[in-house]
């Protein structure tokens, strides 16, 4: 991984991701790069009876000054030793469509943000937040930081599976490729058994034996856990585990998909308090 995309809005929510991805960037000996993405100044002025809007170029130079202080002040305020830091002021450009401006880093491999989670129905219940928009429409992996999450050298990493996605083996290999340079961590792959979702034994035992055809890494190991929803699952599987970190594939529903099925990992980035890494499933 060539270089690491860390986006930020000078929050505390900001500066606690920033802080996980210092030391994410110093494991993987990768750039980090800091930006802040912010809406130009616009002027209106009147042509043939009508108006126009033009970025007022003076006050955006203003404003783009005092954002780069507040850049620069935001990136000393944690050491980052050995680690090359490259700042960013973007305008205009929407947060959670990292089409727009990934192209700028080249080489980017993640993405890292904080998450508040969803304050209201309003806000994350019916939107999303801009964490959980962000994952849904990455191309690289996104790594989500609650304020309660601080970096531990990964020991053991969750990884909820389904069985009968095919996508799930491949998420799995991605998942391996990524810890590589945490030396010995292991992997649980989980299993949760809902009502409504009940994975059978032998279908399991099938499973299990495509990873271990496909994937070569020690250890690892499977386990289930049943509960109510996947959501739940998870928190109580998190909780049990003691796991450092939390991996996931998201399919990237949009539009009327998106509202109508959701996204489990989107959930999971709003509602629970774990490092949260999440992988974009680009089915062919």
């Known amino acids: 991984m060539k270089a690491i995309l860390h986006l930020t809005d000078f929050s505390d929510v900001a500066r606690n991701a920033y802080a996980y991805a210092i030391q994410i960037a110093q ?65 205009d450009l929407t947060v959670w469509r990292p089409d727009e401006y990934i192209d700028k880093v080249p080489g980017t491999g993640l993405i890292v943000m904080g998450t ?59 998942a391996v490729h990524f810890l590589r340079p945490w030396a010995g961590v292991k992997v649980t792959l989980l299993i949760i058994n809902t009502p409504y979702v009940f994975y059978d034994t032998p279908s399991i035992d099938r499973f299990l034996g495509q990873v271990k055809e496909a994937v070569k890494h020690e250890p690892m190991e499977l386990r289930v856990y049943n509960d109510i929803s996947v959501e739940e699952g998870l928190r109580q599987a998190m909780e049990a585990e003691k796991a450092d970190l939390l991996v996931m594939g998201t399919h990237a529903r949009k539009g009327l998909a998106q509202l109508l099925f959701g996204s489990i990992t989107e959930n999971v980035a709003q509602h629970l308090e774990y490092p949260l890494l999440a992988f974009p499933l680009q089915r062919k």
């Open 27 to 91: 494991k993987l000996n990768a750039e980090l790069h800091i930006a802040h993405i912010y809406d130009r100044p616009y002027a209106s002025i009147a042509y043939q009876g009508g108006l126009s809007a033009i970025v007022d170029a003076e006050m955006d130079m203003k404003i783009r000054g005092e954002l780069l202080k507040h850049l620069e002040a935001y990136a000393a305020s944690l050491s980052a030793s050995g680690t090359r830091v490259l700042l960013h002021l973007w305008g």
């Open 116 to 174: 508040r989670g969803a304050t209201s129905l309003w806000h994350g219940g019916i939107f999303g937040t801009n964490t959980a928009r962000l994952i849904r429409h990455s191309p690289v992996p996104v790594l989500a930081i609650h304020p309660k999450n601080t970096y531990t050298a990964y020991q053991k990493v969750l990884l909820p599976v389904d069985i009968f996605d095919d996508m799930t083996v491949p998420l799995i290999q991605e």
